[in-house]
Each structure stands twice: as structure tokens, then as C-alpha cells.
């Protein structure tokens, strides 16, 4: 029986997610046994369609790409139309809410709202949304174990890059102490374009121009999205209560050339790191611009890539390198854990 989504929020990840599941489908069905339909798609700007059978995913995409709405799917019978989101997560017949609506992190809502509120009807949910994850983790995770559902967040951290639940399956047995990471791909490229001779504002001038830094930048270069992702970090895996207050901040725009030439004399490079720390009872954690040496594994992590390093006690410190965004990358980031749920869901139907 193929799982039913319903998708909250149907932007470029919403929709990277559903050309996935178009281009995948027979293959995942084939490989894992997964089958996946999209019976809703609730969105506060493109418009709400539901049809309990499914709809179909390449005319959905098509509508889309043409009209810039939802809206415009075609009238079949059965169809419903204008469900807000909170409607759609309570009487629609998805087995998992899809939640990729465009949430301020610094409220997480109305992402928090769906969540709840998917968790209360017994549903599922993935997200890629920080703020639930980073402000609401405990009540949320322990809501979701009350109503036999599970929460998948995957793509909170780096994208599609498997950097929350590889740890807490494959590194499983370790003392993970501390985590560092180079957790923002913005401040990434920016300080990597000032290696190469750039000076601050011609490096996030050219950042914006590929699309990598928002017209207001001050989430990306102040350090405020790797401040989110380390809160998230602690909480998942090192079942630390951390609050975004507890992290000490700063961010990249104070660098300046001269400072890049001073570490290149001393053989180091600037990296943005993001880390958090567990000695005992006593946990620190902090975002902010330091130099690392040549040998240090996030040192030669360049360009717009991400990186994270797990300092374990039994295997030694494990990094892992790959995308911290794209519109696929994320949308990869859901079907980790939409497939997690589908392989947990067996286990049980087995047992």
C-alpha cells in the first residue's frame, strides 16, 4: 500500500521532493519497497488540492512550473480544493505531513503548529524546518512517541549530507564529546573567494550573484543559521537541552584581507566553526570565525560545501563533507526520512 503525503509549504524543496519521488519511484519501489503518493499539497501563496487517491505528480509539477500555483490542477472527480494547512493535516488521509513551509526560525512557526498538530492526529512528519527542531525538540519528539508517530528532521542540518542520523546508527556505542562543523555554505564560499584575493564585500557580492547569500545576508554571515544547526546537534546527539541563548556568536563580516594574509602566513585558513562541547555536566557551545591549521579536516572544505566532525572516543574523530543546500540536495534530505519511517514501519508490521 503505497504511503500517503501530504505536502505543507510547496517551494522549491516541496516540489524537488516530488520530481524525486516522479523520477525514482519505480526504483524505490523495486530496491526498498517503498511507494509514495502526494494526496495533498497545502501552500499559503500557490493554493491547496487534495484528492484522497493521489494526484498525479507530473501534472502537478507541470501546473506549477506553468501557472506558479496549484490552483490550476486539473478537476477531477474527487477533488478537493482551498483546505488551509492546519485542515489538511487533520482530515486529509496522509500517513505523513510533509512540512517545508517557509517558517521564521526565530518563532518556528507556523512549522511548530503543524507539527503539533500532525502529531495530535497521529501522523507523521518530515521537515527541513530549523525552528521546531531547534526550539521545541524535547516537547516535540516526546508528543510524537505519545501518538506511536515519528518525526523525521534529517535535513535541518546539512541538507541532504546524513549528519543526524548516521551518527546516532553507524557511530552508535561511541561517546561522541564534541562536534564541530563548517555549517553554513554562504559564509563557506565567501571566506574561501577572500583566500583567493577577494575582500569582503566583493566575496558576498559574488555570493549573492550565484545565489548562495539573500539580499539581507545577516542570518547567513552574522552566524545565526550555524547557531540553530549547533542547538539542533545538541539536543539530537548529544541529548543536551541547549537553548540558542546558551551559544555565544559571531560571525564573518569584521574579517578582513589582511586578516586572511596574516593566518596564510602562519599556514592556517579562516573557517566559520560551529561547535558544541560536553565535558561532564559542563557544556559550551559557540559559533564564530577561527583559524585552523593546514592538517585540521574542515580546513581545506572550500567553496559552498559543509563539513562536520564527530570527536568520538572509540573510532576517533569521524568528518563527513558534502552539500549544505540545493533544492534536490533537500529535497533528498525528506525521502532519508520518509524512507527511515517506511523501513521502521516494516520492522513492526514483521514483528
Known amino acids: 500500500m503505497a504511503h500517503k503525503l501530504a505536502m505543507i509549504g510547496f517551494g522549491g524543496v516541496g516540489q524537488g521532493l516530488a520530481q524525486l519521488l516522479l523520477d525514482k519511484g519505480e526504483r524505490l519501489a523495486e530496491t526498498v519497497g517503498f511507494e509514495a503518493e502526494i494526496v495533498t499539497v497545502s501552500d499559503v501563496m500557490k493554493g491547496a488540492v ?3 487517491d493521489g494526484l498525479d505528480l ?21 477533488l478537493v480544493r482551498g483546505w488551509d494547512s492546519l485542515r489538511t493535516i487533520r482530515e486529509s488521509n496522509a500517513d505523513t505531513i510533509v512540512e517545508v513551509t517557509f517558517t521564521d526560525v526565530n518563532t518556528g512557526q507556523p512549522a511548530i503548529d503543524h507539527c503539533r498538530a500532525a502529531f495530535e492526529a497521529g501522523k507523521h512528519v518530515v521537515t527541513t524546518n530549523k ?15 505519545a501518538n506511536g508517530v515519528q518525526w523525521g528532521i534529517e535535513g535541518t542540518v546539512m541538507s541532504g549530507t546524513p549528519t543526524l542520523r548516521m551518527p546516532k546508527v553507524t557511530l552508535a556505542g ?69 537553548k540558542k541563548e546558551q551559544v555565544t556568536r559571531r560571525g564573518i563580516s569584521q574579517l578582513t584581507l589582511k586578516d586572511i594574509e596574516e593566518a596564510k602566513k602562519d599556514g592556517k585558513t579562516w573557517k566559520l566553526v560551529a561547535k558544541v562541547k560536553r565535558d561532564g555536566d559542563v557544556v559550551s557551545a559557540s559559533v564564530g570565525p577561527e583559524k585552523l591549521l593546514s592538517d585540521d579536516p574542515l580546513a581545506s572544505v572550500s567553496g ?30 525528506l525521502l532519508i526520512d520518509l524512507l527511515h519511517i517506511h523501513r521502521m514501519s516494516v520492522e513492526k508490521q514483521v514483528l
Open 304 to 333: 559552498a560545501l559543509n563539513a562536520i566532525t564527530y570527536e568520538c572516543d572509540l573510532s576517533g574523530p569521524v568528518t563527513v563533507v558534502g552539500a549544505g543546500a540545493g533544492i534536490i540536495e533537500t529535497g533528498y534530505a
Open 131 to 145: 525552528g521546531p527542531a531547534a526550539l521545541q525538540y524535547k516537547e516535540l519528539t516526546e508528543l510524537a512517541a
Open 58 to 78: 507530473e501534472t502537478l509539477l507541470k501546473t506549477v512550473s506553468e501557472t506558479g500555483k496549484v490552483e490550476g490542477y486539473p478537476d477531477t472527480p474527487g
Open 174 to 242: 561511541n561517546d561522541i564529546r564534541e562536534i564541530r562543523g563548517i555549517l553554513n555554505g554562504t559564509t563557506n564560499y565567501i571566506l574561501t573567494k577572500m583566500e583567493e584575493g577577494f575582500d569582503y564585500t566583493e566575496a558576498l557580492a559574488e555570493a549573492r550573484r550565484l545565489g548562495y547569500a539573500e539580499a539581507d545576508p545577516t542570518n547567513d554571515v552574522e552566524g545565526y543559521d550555524a547557531l540553530y544547526k549547533v542547538v539542533i546537534l545538541a539536543n539530537v546527539l548529544l541529548n543536551v537541552p541547549l
Open 50 to 52: 487534495y484528492h484522497p
